[in-house]
């Protein structure tokens, strides 16, 4: 799936034409808001079609269609502003194909959409995070927040650390209480069954700062290095170094899409037993 995006010549579609049929027929990807960048690498590494929507200003719905190297195929849709998206999407989706959508706005989920598909993703970043939360959890387990995918590295690099010691506390410190934070917080509570601390960045950092969990005796300490390339880590007596890398939101996107459908634990990490939020900017 490192196959680079190329964009295409992109091309009208006169009305009544059909789509060419895309090498991977099993799925579709939506991507709302004008994403267009994260359905090209979507509809790449996939080799599906996907979707992209923005809002048109004529009365009639108009596509435009880029090909991509490897089968995949981009479908840019100019929408009229009352028109149904789901009325004018259900006619070229593939027929019995998963269809994951992509909402960058707020979490207003949308029903018609959230019915056809099977995994319906967020980015809610910092926006109203609480009450966004909310309504994912009552939108159901379809429903998915990046803030879940981006998380991974941490957890993974926590776990490997622990080596099966039992943490008895868990902080997080941070310039705010976004997304990625509340989940962390919400997975250590999942995880080792400990309520999240948190605690005000020294500097007004938009998200995670460092991550620092222990009991009596030890303790380990994570936080980004190399403008988030790396993690050092702070264990007992020594510090050193390991790799995280950096990705973008449509790496995020490929890794949902290969999983299909929403991880179980993350529905259980939204509800949050938060100490020293209220100190948090």
């Not at 957890?155 to 997080?172: G, N």
Request: charged share 30%.
């Amino acid at each position: 799936m490192e196959e680079t995006v190329k964009e295409g010549g992109e091309r009208r579609l006169e009305e009544g034409s059909a789509l060419p049929s895309a090498a991977n027929s099993s799925l579709a990807f939506l991507a709302l808001g004008g994403a267009k960048k994260d359905a090209l690498k979507v509809a790449s590494a996939f080799s599906c079609a996907a979707f992209c929507v923005e809002e048109g200003e004529g009365r009639e719905a108009s596509y435009f269609l880029s090909s991509l190297p490897g089968g995949g195929e981009v479908v840019r849709m100019k929408k009229p502003k009352d028109a149904p998206l789901s009325h004018l999407l259900s006619p070229l989706l593939p027929e019995e194909a998963s269809l994951v959508v992509f909402d960058p706005g707020k979490a207003e989920v949308k029903a018609e959409l959230y019915s056809m598909s099977c995994c319906y993703v967020t980015d809610i970043g910092s926006r109203e995070v609480l009450k966004n939360f909310s309504l994912l959890k009552q939108a159901g387990k379809k429903a998915i927040d990046l803030s879940w995918e981006r998380s991974e590295k941490w957890r993974e690099r926590l776990e490997a650390a622990l080596l099966s010691r039992p943490p008895a506390f868990f902080e997080v410190e941070t310039g705010s209480l976004d997304a990625l934070s509340l989940i962390l917080a919400g997975w250590a509570r999942e995880q080792f069954s400990i309520p999240a601390r948190f605690k005000q960045a020294p500097s007004y950092s938009s998200s995670v700062c460092s991550l620092t969990l222990g009991a009596p005796g030890w303790q380990i300490r994570l936080k980004e290095e190399d403008g988030g390339k790396a993690f050092e880590i702070e264990e007992e007596q020594r510090t050193f170094e390991a790799p995280k890398g950096e990705e973008e939101r449509g790496d995020l996107l490929v890794r949902q899409v290969e999983l299909l459908y929403p991880d179980p634990l993350y529905f259980r990490c939204l509800d949050f037993e938060v100490q020293g939020a209220k100190d948090v900017g």
